[in-house]
């Protein structure tokens, strides 16, 4: 049953990200990209990820995305599409694609997993919860980390501001 | 039987179809969708592995790349913006020096 789970995400997940890429118009683009989203957070919760599940969907689908979405309509008619400066850029850049993706799939199939050493299976996550799992270890072990990420979005609040205000007329 | 080298995989496909789809589209938000994608490939493998080792530090982990990503996006669409105000147009190839 996982597994039928499973392949069914995966092929929607491979399938949207290839129309993500090869679609001309860039709003189809965003939207193939929308269901890549959700089916990864399909994924999160057969990893009994919920927690983190829930947060993809509402932060990619929906903010992330959503700011795509509104520039790209902003400055559709503008974008102007160049040539590129190499003439065998897309033959190449299919050629080192398709050997990175060989090199990937044969290093990993091969791979073998460190034993494992935590104490949170997925019974346990289910018995405690995962938000408050995630959370005890966030405000802990993590506390740093999460302090820091709260001034880089400050910055990045900042930044945006600063960068998308028109100029003064003075 | 599902493995953890079943969510890998799936990871290292999405990862280099978001390698390529950087490569070969000019656009510059398409780039940037595809460079998303490439950030979410890796989280899928963050949360496999998270999983499979039992350790929690992985989805802790993916919580912080979700927060970077959404402030990365935001900062770099302003630019975008930004470099489309002061030239009429976004093509990448143009946009190859720091001076305005």
Redesign the interface.
Known sequence: MDLIVFYLFALIAVAAALGMVALRNPVHSALSLAVVFISLAAMYVLLSAPFIAVAQVMIYAGAILILFVFVIMLLSPGIDQGAGVLKAQRGLAALFGAALIIELVVVLAAAALPPARGEFTPERIAEVGNVQAVGALLFTDFLLPFEITSLLLLVAIVGVIVLAKKKARV | ??????????S??????????V????????M???I??ML?AV??AF??F????????G??F???I??????????G??????I??AR???????VNELKG
């Open positions: 039987m599902l493995t953890v080298n079943h969510f890998i995989l799936l290292a496909i999405v990862f280099s179809i978001g390698a390529v789809g490569l070969v589209r000019r656009n510059p938000l398409v940037f969708m595809s998303e994608l979410n989280n899928l949360v496999a998270s999983r499979y080792l039992n350790n929690l530090e989805q802790v993916v919580f912080l979700l927060t970077v990503a959404a402030a990365e996006v935001a900062v669409l302003a630019i975008i913006v930004a489309f105000r009429e147009s976004v093509d990448v190839d143009e």
